[in-house]
């Protein structure tokens, strides 16, 4: 038969091997993996991950899998992968590609659930844990490849509430060994689990996107592991009948390449953003900026003086969702433009703390808040590859301060320092574990490819 685009994915996912992963592809996703235990860890702290929880203990069922942050906490496979997703994406901690998704969050709960799941004797190794996480990777940064839509901040879908869930399928298919047949329907499956709207950005039904996505994906595998069809040209472009195409305005399949002696995957080429503080993406060039402006006006005034400014003036692409002028909860301030500059102008850093109800409502931010004029320049264009963020401080004085950032710290082209991830890391687990097993967290994660069981993990 001709080969299709969804057979040539199916192929790929079943034919490549644990050798086609470079040095390099594996240690970002290895860096990917510690990054999103951490995140996953300090956001079981959160109020929307005990709703979760309490939700997903309503079932009895076969409870094998673990829970992050909840020693002793056990539940069925895949509703400890939906709540460790939510605990992953609770505080828009997690990492972020191009085109804009959360790849991490959408694969990595549902491989460390099912690989818990799994009988002892057909426990998968560390290297094809790291396997699969790399197809979940892969599979993800091929579908939003194909359209132009995709590269720009999100209007319609949450990204990896479509791309993610694809993505988690496609890791587990691997991680259970799934036969090219199995792999396509699972991918099938996956698309009528796929989607959520934009319109909850910003609330706690948002942490649920990446949640879903882990479980969904995972139940997809699941159901084709047992013998479910679906349509085998889900990933095609078919005139008339919308498969995966559904979800994009823009849509132009390729096939994917079955691996022979080497296969370049999209990781090598395209590394990843890691957050310093947990907001939304587009923040992290705002607060870069308002925190360069601030330092140019301590140095003009010889200290932060809010009496001195008569206009704060925002530069930044026109993206209706995370311009908020006013915030009044903890999700909304994590996806607004406006309180990132201002929190940061004011206490000259964002962090854990800034998002607690007494943070957001102090009167110096909201008189900040009040001062902020928004404007939007053509070429700053919603896209974390092109955008960039620019504070400018108008003086009582007549006096103009500008503070302007085209790349943050934790941009794929500024990575963050191996220094820089230990510490989030270490700060993140410290909540939820002692120091002990942080550290032989990390020693695991950095041997992941010698470890013989990664259940363990």
């Not at 091997?17 to 993996?33: A, G, N, W």
């Not at 047992?226 to 132009?252: H, K």
């Not at 500024?414 to 020693?443: C, D, G, M, Q, Y």
Request: charged content about 20%; aromatic content about 8%.
């Amino acid at each position: 038969p001709e080969e299709t685009v969804t057979s040539s994915f199916a192929s790929f996912i079943h034919a490549v091997r644990p050798e086609h992963l470079s040095k390099t592809v594996r240690q970002r996703s290895k860096r990917m993996i510690l990054d999103s235990i951490g995140v996953g860890l300090v956001g079981s702290t959160t109020h929307v991950f005990d709703i979760a929880l309490r939700y997903c203990r309503l079932y009895s069922s076969v409870a094998v899998s673990s829970v992050y942050g909840k020693p002793g906490v056990k539940l069925s496979p895949t509703l400890a992968a939906f709540t460790n997703g939510v605990a992953t994406h609770s505080m828009d901690f997690d990492d972020t590609w191009h085109p804009a998704t959360h790849p991490s969050g959408a694969v990595l709960p549902a491989l460390l659930a099912a690989s818990q799941m799994l009988p002892p004797s057909t426990k998968p190794n560390g290297m094809d844990f790291l396997l699969a996480f790399n197809v979940g990777l892969e599979v993800q940064g091929r579908l939003m490849h194909f359209s132009t839509e995709a590269h720009d901040i999100p209007k319609r879908f949450h990204p990896p509430s479509v791309v993610g869930t694809m993505g988690s399928a496609a890791a587990t298919a691997k991680l259970l060994s799934l036969s090219t047949a199995q792999c396509g329907h699972a991918l099938g499956i996956a698309a009528s689990l796929a989607g959520a709207p934009m319109a909850n950005a910003a609330t706690q039904a948002k942490p649920l996107h990446i949640g879903n996505a882990t479980r969904l994906g995972f139940e997809a595998a699941l159901l084709a592991a047992r013998g479910m069809e679906a349509n085998p040209l889900i990933l095609d472009d078919i005139p008339g009948c919308s498969g995966f195409s559904a979800f994009y305005s823009v849509y132009q399949p390729k096939p994917l390449s079955t691996p022979s002696d080497h296969h370049e995957f999209l990781l090598e080429k395209q590394d990843i953003a890691f957050k310093r503080f947990p907001a939304h993406l587009g923040m992290h060039w705002v607060v870069d900026a308002a925190l360069s402006v601030r330092n140019l006006f301590i140095n003009y005034a010889g200290s932060f003086s809010p009496s001195l400014i008569r206009t704060i003036v925002l530069k930044i692409p026109v993206s209706k969702y995370i311009n908020r002028p006013f915030p009044s909860s903890e999700h909304q301030a994590r996806h607004s433009f406006q309180f990132n500059a201002c929190t940061a102008l004011l206490d000259g850093e964002v962090g854990l703390s800034s998002f607690t109800e007494s943070s957001i409502h102090r009167q110096e931010v909201r008189e900040l808040l009040d001062k902020v004029v928004v404007e939007h320049p053509e070429d700053n264009v919603a896209n974390f590859d092109k955008m960039y963020g620019e504070v400018a401080l108008l003086l009582h004085s007549g006096d103009v301060l500008t503070g302007k950032c085209d790349t943050f710290y934790g941009h794929w082209r500024k990575p963050l320092s191996k220094e820089s991830l230990l510490k989030k890391f270490r700060s993140n687990a410290s909540h939820v574990l002692p120091e002990e097993k942080i550290e032989a967290i990390i020693t695991m994660v950095d041997n992941l490819e010698n470890l013989s069981d990664s259940s363990q993990l």
